[in-house]
């Protein structure tokens, strides 16, 4: 951010220059303008006068004319390439203030092949499912070669009409979806639909007086079958009814019709269907490139740090990166697994294995402790075999 603003300033200072500039050139030329028409009345006035005396004037005049002429478009020249260090002094502010090799951050080797060129292309392609985009990604599948499996695209182009009306506060393609898919919400623990009759509702209260009896309506036709559930809620909802003839927004209810309500319900639809659907509820595109932008900063700081210090191989040495990135939780996966009783971070040949008491392990701490075919938890009395635990892929 200090670097945009860095760079921010400078460009202020061209622009300021620039109007400055501007504005000085339109005066200038303005004046010349008028002072050639000056003497170009003067010169037709004189005309009937002594001719030798006329134009022996109209010389002098014409002359001192020209000379101010070429004095002033100078000056202005000469301003405009001063203009050039300003607009250049931009330039160096972004070079100064932004890394532009961010290659060195990353392994060459990183993207290349077969396999790993396809599934970035298809990474790429399903973003673009996922935003709608249909034509790019249909021509990025075609161009790149990837086969865009039978049904992969459907669910995305469900997702985004559903989504677009929401945008558009139109409750019911969501409210139609969320009722043909219950049974299969009700098992993700999803509260979609009450939240859909929810918003359904608020608009209707603030609406205004007249529309309260349609509100009660409402509330009657939906509300029933989450009273169970959601009874608080429920009864906060009827609650507001009563703040209807004096306006919502005056009520101590009003935080509940802020606008974010669609956002949150947006945000809740998205959620639930893409776990539904067994798609991951935000963009893998996205979650990459966040995540990266996130670890940029660390990365360049230890790259110069080993490049000071001269210590090499160590980056492209495994595949992992040299340091822990501190990434936001929900851009997090891959969870290490360090083995409390060995304090080893598991690894391929040493996995975490999960008793069946529920704690976990290392293989190497279970073969340990287990003799033959008898074992003691370490961190509860349950007894076991060794062979009953089990492998746990993170
Ligand atoms: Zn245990």
């Given at each position: 951010?200090?670097?945009?603003?860095?760079?921010?300033?400078?460009?202020?200072?061209?622009?300021?220059?620039?109007?400055?500039?501007?504005?000085?050139?339109?005066?200038?030329?303005?004046?010349?303008?008028?002072?050639?028409?000056?003497?170009?009345?003067?010169?037709?006035?004189?005309?009937?006068?002594?001719?030798?005396?006329?134009?022996?004037?109209?010389?002098?005049?014409?002359?001192?004319?020209?000379?101010?002429?070429?004095?002033?478009?100078?000056?202005?020249?000469?301003?405009?390439?001063?203009?050039?260090?300003?607009?250049?002094?931009?330039?160096?502010?972004?070079?100064?203030?932004?890394?532009?090799?961010?290659?060195?951050?990353?392994?060459?080797?990183?993207?290349?092949?077969?396999?790993?060129?396809?599934?970035?292309?298809?990474?790429?392609?399903?973003?673009?499912?996922?935003?709608?985009?249909?034509?790019?990604?249909?021509?990025?599948?075609?161009?790149?070669?990837?086969?865009?499996?039978?049904?992969?695209?459907?669910?995305?182009?469900?997702?985004?009409?559903?989504?677009?009306?929401?945008?558009?506060?139109?409750i019911?393609?969501?409210l139609?979806?969320?009722r043909?898919?219950?049974?299969?919400?009700?098992?993700?623990?999803?509260?979609?639909e009450f939240?859909l009759h929810r918003?359904a509702f608020?608009?209707l209260?603030?609406?205004?007086?007249?529309h309260?009896t349609k509100a009660v309506a409402y509330a009657r036709a939906n509300f029933g079958q989450f009273v169970?559930?959601?009874?608080?809620?429920v009864?906060?909802l009827m609650?507001?009814?009563?703040?209807?003839?004096?306006?919502?927004?005056?009520?101590?209810?009003?935080?509940?019709?802020?606008?974010?309500?669609?956002?949150?319900?947006?945000?809740?639809?998205?959620?639930?269907?893409?776990?539904?659907?067994?798609?991951?509820?935000?963009?893998?595109?996205?979650?990459?490139?966040?995540?990266?932008?996130?670890?940029?900063?660390?990365?360049?700081?230890?790259?110069?740090?080993?490049?000071?210090?001269?210590?090499?191989?160590?980056?492209?040495?495994?595949?992992?990166?040299?340091?822990?990135?501190?990434?936001?939780?929900?851009?997090?996966?891959?969870?290490?697994?360090?083995?409390?009783?060995?304090?080893?971070?598991?690894?391929?040949?040493?996995?975490?294995?999960?008793?069946?008491?529920?704690?976990?392990?290392?293989?190497?701490?279970?073969?340990?402790?287990?003799?033959?075919?008898?074992?003691?938890?370490?961190?509860?009395?349950?007894?076991?075999?060794?062979?009953?635990?089990?492998?746990?892929?993170?």
């Open positions: 951010m200090d670097a945009c603003l860095a760079v921010d300033r400078e460009v202020d200072k061209v622009l300021s220059k620039f109007g400055q500039i501007r504005e000085n050139v339109d005066n200038v030329l303005q004046q010349l303008i008028d002072s050639l028409e000056n003497i170009k009345c003067d010169l037709l006035s004189k005309k009937s006068e002594d001719a030798l005396e006329s134009n022996k004037t109209s010389v002098v005049l014409v002359k001192g004319f020209l000379d101010k002429c070429k004095k002033d478009t100078h000056k202005l020249a000469t301003e405009h390439r001063e203009l050039h260090s300003t607009v250049s002094k931009v330039g160096k502010a972004i070079d100064r203030n932004f890394i532009s090799d961010f290659a060195a951050t990353s392994r060459e080797d990183i993207f290349s092949g077969p396999t790993k060129t396809d599934l970035v292309n298809r990474i790429i392609c399903q973003h673009f499912y996922r935003q709608g985009m249909w034509d790019i990604a249909d021509e990025l599948s075609e161009e790149s070669g990837i086969e865009v499996e039978c049904g992969q695209r459907e669910p995305f182009a469900k997702l985004n009409t559903i989504v677009e009306s929401l945008k558009k506060k139109d019911c393609p969501a139609e979806w969320a043909e898919n219950r049974s299969q919400l009700e098992i993700q623990s999803s509260s979609l939240k918003l608020l608009t209260i603030q609406k205004g007086v007249e309260q169970e559930k959601h009874e608080k809620e009864q906060t609650g507001m009814l009563l703040y209807v003839p004096q306006g919502i927004e005056e009520s101590p209810y009003s935080y509940m019709v802020e606008t974010n309500m669609w956002t949150e319900v947006n945000e809740l639809f998205t959620r639930d269907a893409c776990m539904m659907l067994g798609l991951s509820v935000e963009s893998l595109l996205n979650v990459s490139i966040n995540a990266g932008c996130m670890a940029l900063p660390a990365l360049l700081n230890i790259k110069q740090v080993m490049q000071q210090r001269q210590v090499t191989g160590i980056w492209s040495g495994k595949d992992e990166l040299p340091i822990e990135i501190d990434l936001d939780p929900e851009h997090r996966y891959h969870s290490m697994f360090a083995c409390p009783i060995l304090r080893q971070q598991s690894s391929d040949t040493n996995p975490p294995m999960r008793l069946i008491c529920g704690h976990v392990i290392s293989k190497d701490a279970l073969h340990k402790l287990g003799n033959s075919n008898k074992l003691k938890c370490p961190y509860c009395p349950m007894e076991q075999n060794p062979s009953e635990a089990k492998l746990i892929c993170f």
